[in-house]
């Protein structure tokens, strides 16, 4: 597929509120399975100048890291809680999906942040929902995870309706070669539970302490 970058100013997410402001968006294949799917950076408008039945959707949520919550993104936004996720992180975010059925299509999104843009912001006590981009790819876990302690990691096989345990020392594929964020049949969501607020980041090798002095 040719990716391509979209310059623009903002992108509406849905309805009145929901507005977030991004640099630029490209475009990639999504693999859409019946049930729930967890996308990265998918709304309603990133479906705009596709063949695609938008019926087919029958609601999107997404995560509040500082609530612990769900917010229904669509049908009918609930925008008291949408506002309260902030538009830094619905960047890197990825959101729940429910299909009536199979499909496959191109969606815009945003394009990923690097490792050290998303490690500017804070990760929540408890769970936190990302993307499989390029930032987590071909890395494992305890190598990015700054100052997190990383209680538990989970992507979302949307073929078989169930959660897959992911090892902190297990590498991130991006899955389906055609696919830059991990598509195919396993959707581009990753979840994190962290012991407390922290942040990402790439983390060194261990160095021993400097030798005392005699």
């Known amino acids: 597929m040719k990716a391509k970058i979209i310059l623009q100013i903002a992108f509406v997410v849905i309805l009145a509120s929901a507005?977030?402001?991004?640099?630029?968006?490209?475009?990639?294949?999504l693999f859409i399975k019946k049930g729930?799917?967890?996308?990265?950076g998918f709304t309603p408008s990133s479906l705009e100048?596709?063949?695609?039945?938008m019926s087919h959707i029958k609601a999107i949520y997404a995560f509040i890291p500082t609530t612990q919550e769900y917010a229904r993104v669509y049908?009918?936004?609930?925008?008291?809680?949408i506002d309260l996720i902030g538009d830094g992180y619905l960047e890197d975010t990825s959101f729940w999906v429910y299909s009536d059925s199979d499909a496959e299509t191109e969606?815009?999104?945003q394009e990923p942040m690097p490792l050290s843009y998303i490690?500017?912001?804070k990760l929540y006590k408890g769970w936190n929902f990302f993307g499989i981009t390029?930032?987590?790819?071909?890395?494992?876990?305890?190598?990015?995870k700054?100052?997190?302690?990383?209680i538990k990691a989970y992507i979302w096989d949307a073929g078989s309706q169930q959660w897959i345990n992911l090892p902190l020392t297990e590498k991130l594929d991006e899955g389906d070669e055609e696919s830059k964020f991990g598509g195919g049949d396993h959707t581009m969501g990753l979840v994190l539970r962290v012991e407390g607020d922290c942040n990402l980041g790439e983390v060194g090798p261990s160095v021993p302490s400097i030798p005392n002095l005699p």
Do not use: M
Not at 36 to 40: G, R, S
Not at 49 to 53: H, I, K, M, T, V
Not at 75 to 81: G, I, R, S, W
Not at 146 to 150: D, E, L, Q, Y
């Open 49 to 53: 100048g596709q063949n695609f039945e």
């Open 146 to 150: 700054g100052t997190c302690n990383i």
């Open 36 to 40: 729930w799917n967890l996308i990265y």
């Open 75 to 81: 049908p009918k936004p609930e925008n008291n809680k």
């Open 119 to 121: 490690g500017e912001h």
């Open 19 to 29: 507005v977030f402001v991004i640099a630029s968006q490209t475009e990639d294949n």
């Open 134 to 144: 390029p930032a987590f790819t071909n890395k494992r876990l305890e190598e990015v």
């Open 107 to 109: 969606y815009l999104l």
